[in-house]
């Protein structure tokens, strides 16, 4: 089945320590987004790619980074986390053609001590 | 800016009761509407989706949303609930015809089923 797949789905670092999260999908979707989800909260966008065009949303840490060798593959890299960064992350893809459809992985559970 | 309220934050309710989860949307034009559910640790799955035309959609698991302009509504219906439906279910929002462009989302509605 095509699908987007997370790794690894549980991950603790220590605070400070540089952490990657990584997406990876078999529908060759134009489109991949990073979710930040805390507990109980709605899924917050940190930034997408389209292609190899990369959009920041205007509230997303710097400490956040992300990159797209290519069309299969996303990395979410967190610099240096601190205890908010304490979270779900959710790799989402979607076709850009207009319709706007999501698919989303299964998530990253990342907990920072 | 666009903006969705999910204004139930946790419902209850019984095995084979309906259900109506509750969604209204702030955006300049009729965006694209849709439902995710989340089960415990897991990503969000699609549950339908509303872009044009016939203002009742059905969806996956029994599930059937109303959209309704005069309201800026998009409710989430399902006739009886089974235990399995306990979950998070998330309305969101998109721009329609600009599939580059990134969902906003509820912050959700918790629903537990009592046996």
């Known amino acids: 089945d095509a699908m987007v797949i997370q790794n690894p789905r549980y991950q603790v670092t220590q605070f400070g320590k540089p952490v990657t999260l990584s997406c990876s999908q078999t529908?060759?979707?134009?489109?991949m987004y990073w979710y930040q989800q805390k507990s109980s909260q709605a899924p917050k966008l940190l930034f997408h790619?389209?292609?190899?065009?990369?959009?920041n949303e205007a509230d997303t840490p710097d400490n956040f980074q992300s990159r797209r060798p290519n069309t299969s593959f996303c990395f979410l890299d967190i610099r240096s986390p601190g205890l908010g960064d304490a979270a779900m992350y959710l790799c989402?893809?979607?076709?850009?053609?207009?319709?706007?459809?999501?698919?989303f992985g299964a998530g990253s559970r990342l907990t920072v001590l | 800016a666009q903006s969705v309220t999910q204004p139930d934050i946790h419902i209850t309710v019984s095995e084979g009761a309906s259900l109506e989860l509750r969604c209204n949307y702030s955006?300049?034009?009729?965006?694209?509407l849709f439902w995710y559910v989340q089960s415990p640790g897991q990503g969000l799955q699609l549950l339908l989706k509303?872009?044009?035309?016939?203002?009742l959609v059905q969806g996956i698991k029994g599930f059937e949303a109303e959209f309704k302009r005069s309201q800026s509504s998009f409710n989430l219906r399902k006739p009886s609930v089974h235990w399995s439906d306990a979950a998070e279910y998330f309305c969101?929002?998109?721009?329609?015809?600009?599939?580059?462009?990134?969902?906003?989302f509820g912050s959700g509605t918790r629903l537990q089923v009592q046996p």
């Open positions: 989402a893809t979607s076709a850009g053609d207009g319709a706007n459809v999501l698919t």
């Open positions: 529908l060759n979707h134009n489109v």
């Open positions: 509303y872009f044009s035309g016939d203002t």
């Open positions: 969101a929002v998109g721009p329609p015809d600009t599939g580059r462009r990134a969902l906003t």
């Open positions: 790619y389209y292609d190899k065009d990369f959009n």
């Open positions: 955006y300049g034009a009729t965006p694209y």
